[in-house]
């Protein structure tokens, strides 16, 4: 949950944004957001907010499965423990990351919107690769997970300020399209390496754990190996306006 702390009214250049606290957070995770970024406290969003929480738990086919083993006589999943995901981010991704930052927030360029690839485009071609293949048939059910979780939080959690505006922006012009089919791989990467960090503390099935440290290595080690494929647009300087509109944010 988060509180509203300040209101700006929207003017011809820039929409009508909040500054919102997030509770249990200290002042400094403070942010100014568009009105798509709010949520109200009722019991259809905190239920929306339970959901992602047990995305990490796995659908409810497992759990069904877990039940019905139980039923049988088989022996259950063991109960959840706090378990700790790895990823191992190659140098030259991590680079790339790096790039990104200062282009973004340094040099304020912004990566021309929709992408091609898409973010949804690219899990759909690593799924059909080799690689992924040897994991079948759970490793289907993990890519959905993880593009909803995608689409869920990017918005929420890793844009950097300098692309709020546009964020906004994509959100009034492809209204009700998941933010995977318009954001590519860099965002995508993005997610990917903040995912330990979300999950850090959280409690885990340890067979669901190593399914999804499996997958999520082998995800970054696909982005790496066809790099040169997939970063095929360069950031491009923002205009005078958006810049203006985006300081006044």
Not at 36 to 45: A, C, D, L, V
Not at 97 to 115: H, N, Y
Not at 150 to 173: H, M, N, S, T, W
Request: aromatic residues 10%.
């Amino acid at each position: 949950p988060a509180k509203v702390l300040k209101k700006r009214a929207a003017t011809s250049s820039c929409p009508r944004t909040f500054l919102i606290h997030y509770l249990g957070w200290k002042d400094r995770w403070d942010e100014w957001v568009p009105d798509e970024r709010i949520m109200k406290y009722n019991h259809e969003n905190l239920l929306f907010a339970d959901n992602l929480k047990k995305m990490v738990k796995g659908n409810s086919k497992r759990k069904k499965s877990d039940a019905q083993k139980v039923e049988s006589g088989k022996k259950a999943e063991p109960a959840p423990t706090t378990v700790n995901v790895r990823i191992g981010v190659p140098m030259q991704l991590a680079r790339k990351m790096g790039e990104e930052l200062v282009a973004v927030q340094t040099s304020k360029c912004l990566l021309p919107l929709p992408r091609s690839p898409t973010a949804a485009e690219v899990l759909e071609m690593f799924k059909e690769s080799e690689d992924c293949s040897k994991c079948k048939p759970w490793i289907d059910d993990f890519l959905v997970d993880f593009q909803h979780y995608f689409d869920l939080a990017l918005g929420c959690f890793y844009l950097y300020p300098f692309e709020r505006l546009q964020y906004a922006e994509v959100i009034k012009r492809y209204e009700g399209a998941p933010l995977s089919t318009v954001y590519g791989p860099e965002h995508l990467l993005r997610v990917l390496v903040n995912i330990p960090t979300y999950l850090g503390g959280k409690q885990i099935h340890m067979g669901r754990a190593k399914e999804m440290n499996t997958a999520l290595n082998l995800l970054a080690s696909y982005l790496n190996n066809n790099i040169d494929k997939l970063w095929n647009v360069p950031y491009q300087p923002a205009n005078e306006t958006y810049r203006k509109a985006a300081e006044d944010i």
